[in-house]
């Protein structure tokens, strides 16, 4: 996590939240493809690795883009509006699998929304640091 917070400083929490995305897709996509336990176990711990740095330099970017007069209600937003949207993966994931009567299709969901933060983030501009 330590390295994570010293990349978040040195390039930036846009990219790397871009990093954590990318690397989530990719280690989630080879995920769904392996065949054996020891596979699955070891990229599992890869991919947690990082699941911590895309939610903390997401604070982050959010602490540097706000203004800081309106920091505390665009935190609370930010906060809420994770809350209301919580059910919209584990829904989608658990229509795909019954639909696709297949367990990896409603994981392949969650990849999809790791593509979407993505290009969501992409034209944003990392603010200057206050």
């Known amino acids: 996590a330590a390295a994570f917070a010293w990349l978040d400083d040195w390039i930036g929490a846009k990219r790397t939240i871009m990093i954590a995305l990318v690397a989530l897709t990719v280690i989630g996509a080879a995920i769904l493809v392996v065949q054996s336990k020891t596979w699955f176990w070891g990229l599992g711990l890869a991919l947690g690795i990082f699941f911590g740095p895309a939610q903390a330099a997401s604070r982050s970017y959010l602490a540097r883009v706000a203004p800081p007069e309106l920091r505390a209600e665009m935190f609370g ?23 696709a009567h297949s367990q990896r299709a409603g994981m392949a969901t969650v990849l999809v929304f790791f593509v979407v933060g993505l290009v969501l983030l992409w034209p944003l501009k990392e603010p200057a640091s206050r």
Do not use: I, Y
């Open 77 to 99: 937003l930010f906060a809420f509006s994770g809350k209301a949207t919580a059910f919209v993966g584990p829904a989608l994931l658990g229509w795909a699998a019954a639909a």
